[in-house]
Structures are given as C-alpha cells and as structure tokens.
C-alpha cells in the first residue's frame, strides 16, 4: 500500500507563505495602469512566454481571426515575470498555475477561470541516464531526483504518481527519495 | 546533462525543450511517462496552466471577456487545423526549430479559450494531486471560480 503522504514542517509553510505572498499582494491592491476595466480600451493579456505558446496566439495576431473589433495586446512574459505580472495585476487576463488560482480563493481572494491554457498530454517525463541503472520508477527510492521547481506541475505530477503507483513516500523532504531543486540547463 | 551523466542525480522530471535535448542525446532515456500515468490514474489529463482575470474586469468588461475568449478559441483552433504553417511561421520567429515544435505538439495540446468537460476535468485532476501531496489542504469548487465570462465557453 502506498504511505499517505503528509508534507508538514518550515519547508512546506515556506513554499505555501510565499505563494500566498505572491498572490494575496496583487488582489488586494488598485489595478495599475495597464489592467484598465474601461470598456472599449484594449484587453491585455499576460503569457508565459515558451515558443509553443506561440503557436497558439500566431493567427490572432496575424489577422487570421475576427476578433470582435477588440484590440487584443498579447505580451509574452519570462516565467518570473509571468508571476509579476499577476501579482502586480498589470493585465486584463493573465496566465496562472491552476494551484496559484486555488490557494489564492482558499485566502479569499479573488481571482477567476477565464479559460483553461495547456493541457499535459505526455509532456512530464521522468529521464535517467542508462549509466545510472536506473530502468524503473520503483528503483527511484533512496536515489536523487532533480526537479526545476518545488512547487512546478511536473514535480507536483512526479510526486502523485510514484505514491500513487509505486507506492514511494514523496514528501519534498524526508521521503523515500532526494529531490534536488536545480535549474535544467545543468541536468 | 552533466549533473545525469556525472551521478550528481540519478534521475530528472523533465519536459519541453529540456527534455526534448535530452531525448536526442545518447544515453539517456525516459523511465516514465508521468503525465500519461496521471491519466491512467485520474481519468483525465492534467492542465497545467488557465488564464484567469479579476473581479473588476468581469464586472466591467465581461462581453469583451467573453468576446476575447472567442477570440482566442479561434486562434488556437487555427493552430491545430493549419499546423505546418503556423509552425514554420512560429519557428522563424522565436528560437524554436521546426523540429521541435511538431514534436512538443504530440506532448501537449493547446487549450486557450476552451473550457470544456474535459478541460474541467484536467483542472480538477491537477487540484486533485496537489491536495494529495500536501499543496492545496483542499480542492476547490470551480464552478465558483469559473469566470462569469466562461459559461459561454462551456461544451465548445
């Protein structure tokens, strides 16, 4: 049977007390210039910039679709700027992790679903090099996992599924296995 | 890849472009495929971003809202509909090679302007693994936090 799992103690109240942070400073603020409520004034949008996500807004921004008359700004943000910009509530419509959006309500504070973004169809993978020995996700316990961030989807997805299916206690610290928070261009 | 190839870690979630760099390299190979075992778990698969708005934009502004998400439905059904061309348009454009994105489009599917059952259904999946593992101390309700401006999306 896989072990519950129960993340507690100041690493967890870390990560939650900053996400709070993040989100509870925008929504209790004035929007800025740039998120006008004004009718008829531009609608601005926030994206997390990736270069697939590109491909999605390439027609609306190329003419290839009527777009009401509504003058749509579409401005493509770094990661850490993407949290910024939410924070700082600088557009109309920004793109969020579905977490940020829910631990913000369990606070009270709100913000809500226009529209889902992406979908992970078979995205998160977990890689090993074959020098390692490592063939199986079973073999994973007592072994160092990198992830690129503690709180990200495919660490969230990585942590369900090997309790869930491979029964590994997947706490950020002290379970079965050693995640190590580093950037992937040193993987 | 020195950190995988060196034993600095034994292993690495990974995803876009890393892992597509990784998977071209010799020697190093996917172990699981977790995203798709979410699904063979939770019936659904995970999405992983929203775009989301405020109180005071909804109030104001809703039938642009609605208008926008339109809007953008379009665009990213344009995308799925005419994918060599706005992948070759895309790929001049930002760094990112023909190559690469038609292989990131078999991994994930855009979803802007959508919010459909199953797109319901993702969200929950993902709230649903983040309460499991400690980040959420519950799952939320989304239809209270459907934008007022979304219903019209629903079943689209």
Redesign the interface.
């Known amino acids: 049977m896989p072990r519950p ?4 103690g100041p690493a ?1 109240l870390r ?2 007390a900053a996400a709070v942070m993040f989100l509870a400073a925008p ?1 209790s603020g004035c ?1 800025p210039s740039g ?1 006008s ?3 008829g004034s531009a ?1 601005t ?1 926030g994206i ?1 910039d ?11 921004e ?1 003419g ?5 008359g ?1 003058d ?1 700004k579409i401005t493509y943000l770094p990661n850490q700027s993407a949290l910024q910009a ?1 924070q700082s ?1 600088q557009f ?8 940020g ?3 913000a ?2 606070k009270g504070l ?23 020995g ?4 079973g073999q ?1 316990r007592g ?6 961030s503690p ?1 990200g ?9 090997l ?3 491979y029964g590994l206690d ?2 950020l610290q002290g379970g079965d296995l050693a995640f ?1 928070t ?1 950037a ?4 | ?5 060196g ?13 597509y760099l ?2 071209h390299t010799p ?12 699904h ?2 939770l019936g659904a ?17 809703k039938d ?2 609605t ?10 059904d ?2 799925r509909e ?1 994918k060599p061309e ?2 070759a ?2 790929a001049g ?4 090679d023909v190559d ?2 038609n292989w ?12 459909s059952t ?2 319901e259904a ?2 929950n999946a ?2 649903t ?2 309460n ?9 309700s ?1 239809a ?7 219903p019209a ?1 629903a079943g689209k």
């Open positions: 799992h129960h993340p507690a967890r990560r939650i929504l929007a998120s409520s004004v009718p609608i949008i997390s990736d270069p697939a996500k590109h491909l999605a807004f390439w027609a609306l190329n290839k679709v009527d777009t009401g509504l749509i939410y509530r109309n419509v920004v793109e969020a992790s579905p977490v959006v829910a631990l309500a369990q709100a913000t809500s679903i226009l529209s889902a973004g992406l979908t992970d169809l078979d995205a998160t993978v977990i890689d090993a090099a074959q020098s390692s490592v063939r199986d996700p994973l072994k160092k996992l990198a992830i690129s709180t989807s495919s660490t969230i997805q990585t942590q369900f599924v309790s869930k299916k997947t706490k190590q580093t992937p261009e040193a993987w | 890849m020195s950190l995988l190839s034993g600095g870690v034994d292993a690495t979630t990974n995803l876009n472009k890393p892992r990784l998977e020697g190093f190979a996917p172990i699981l495929h977790v995203s798709k075992t979410v063979e778990i698969y995970p999405v992983t971003t929203v775009l989301t708005t405020y109180p005071e934009i909804e109030r104001d502004r642009e809202l208008t926008l998400a339109t809007a953008l439905k379009a665009s990213t344009y995308a005419h706005v992948i348009a895309v454009g930002n760094q990112a690469y994105l990131w489009a078999t991994t994930s599917e855009l979803r802007y302007g959508n919010l199953p797109d993702g969200i993902f709230w693994m983040a499991a593992v400690g980040q959420l101390s519950k799952i939320p989304l209270e936090l459907k934008s007022v401006a979304a999306l």
